[in-house]
């Protein structure tokens, strides 16, 4: 039977590119290694073809470059082995990704049984192959330069779970909802085209890959989207309220996290995390112009939530994986105080408001959702209370027409 696969996260490797044969170093890569030892031991009673070809050999191939390996399985009586592996390399994985497993060991073509399938086609399925050749007695795999030197995410493993807020939601001035999903290579959008109407489908935005959201309206009811990966933070925004959008502009430099909140004026204030702690920049008037990045200090690499009191000062929440920190506006002028404890670290968290202005932010760990809340609207903080649900669940809080908070919380389980 196939072997068994790590549980990968959404994110994946792009199609291989094709990359023919170039030169002649017939060493076997280890990306071939690895995946040769890995279906022999999985497959007892097939054979191993060899990954190495001479140079002065044959025609081009990637076995000149060892890169590509034959598995000796054969279509008369071991056919079904054959398809079982091909099935599991070809699998669509629970994220949707098709041809997850064939894309994650950087599989740039297979040759089997008169059929050849690539990676740069995926949507062409397999196709006719006329090689002298019909590989009926073996699969041919050739591997990119990044599956064969073991520099994709099978070989790299699951990477750490990615607690970026991947999902921007927004109302129109017009009434109508708008949502905004970072992909692996861009932000896609869609909305609705009367309020409580029919939905657009999915297009694509632009914007930094596999980035971090926010999204906030302006005074005058423009909403404007923010987007932050490690390498770059960009900023669009509507060129008129309930229209089209402006193209992205640079507004920073990478980063790990970001929150935005409004001033008691109108005005954006904008907040992002990296390895020095949090930084901020705002509007320096309602709509208008951005006031250049501002330190903030506060814990690295945290994840973080903003929103103001009931009298209109800005609290900031920003929280990594050992410490939980809280700093606000000491004036509606825009001083701020420095950080205190808010509690121990976590994965996730969120704020709300209550119906009489009090806010309450709810915080995941590994023993689920917390919650702690003001005990007077802008006043101190009641202790942490625990409120169950999942364990480590990503977390939206919203408030309902009837001014109740709802809170929503979801792991990779449940």
């Known amino acids: 039977m196939a072997p068994t696969a790590p549980e990968f996260g959404p994110d994946i490797d792009p199609y291989a590119p094709y990359e023919p044969q170039r030169d002649c170093d017939p060493e076997a890569k280890p990306g071939l290694v690895g995946f040769r030892d890995l279906v022999l031991a999985a497959y007892p009673g097939t054979t191993n073809m060899g990954i190495s070809r001479a140079c002065g050999s044959g025609g081009q191939s990637e076995h000149k470059e060892g890169r590509a390996w034959d598995w000796g399985v054969n279509v008369q009586g071991q056919e079904h082995l054959a398809d079982d592996l091909i099935n599991w390399l ?103 085209h009367e309020p409580g109407g029919t939905w657009s489908g999915w297009r694509a935005f632009g914007g930094p890959a596999s980035a971090a959201l926010a999204l906030a309206a302006s005074p005058d009811g423009r909403l404007e989207l923010f987007a932050m990966n490690g390498d770059t933070f960009m900023h669009r925004y509507q060129a008129k309220v309930s229209a089209e959008w402006a193209d992205w502009y640079a507004f920073g430099g990478g980063g790990d996290h970001l929150a935005v909140s409004k001033n008691h004026d109108g005005r954006l204030e904008v907040f ?73 670290g976590g994965e996730h968290l969120s704020v709300a408001k209550n ?60």
């Open 90 to 192: 070809h699998a669509t994985d629970r994220h949707g990704n098709p041809h997850a497993l064939a894309r994650r060991f950087g599989i740039m073509y297979m040759i089997w049984n008169r059929r050849i399938w690539m990676a740069n086609r995926p949507g062409a399925g397999w196709q006719p192959y006329r090689g002298a050749n019909p590989h009926t007695n073996h699969i041919h795999f050739s591997f990119s330069w990044a599956g064969a030197r073991k520099e994709t995410s099978w070989w790299k493993g699951p990477s750490a779970p990615d607690r970026r807020q991947r999902l921007a939601v927004g109302m129109s001035a017009d009434g109508r909802v708008e949502v905004f999903h970072a992909a692996v290579d861009q932000i896609y959008h869609t909305y609705q």
């Open 272 to 344: 992002a995390s990296n390895a020095d702690g949090v930084h901020h920049r705002w509007h320096n008037t309602p709509g208008g112009t951005w006031h250049d990045w501002r330190p903030l200090g506060g814990p690295a690499g945290a994840r973080l939530a903003a929103a103001p009191a009931s009298d209109g000062r800005i609290e900031v929440f920003a929280m990594n994986d050992d410490i939980f920190r809280h700093t606000c506006q000491t004036d509606l002028a825009g001083t701020w105080r420095e950080w205190v404890d808010f509690g121990l």
């Open 355 to 414: 119906r009489d202005g009090r806010l309450e932010v709810f915080a995941t760990n590994d023993s689920g959702v917390h919650h702690r809340w003001q005990n007077v609207p802008a006043g101190d903080w009641h202790d942490w209370q625990p409120l169950g649900g999942p364990v480590s669940a990503r977390l939206a809080v919203v408030e309902s027409h009837d001014e109740r908070i709802e809170v929503f919380a979801m792991n990779d389980d449940i």
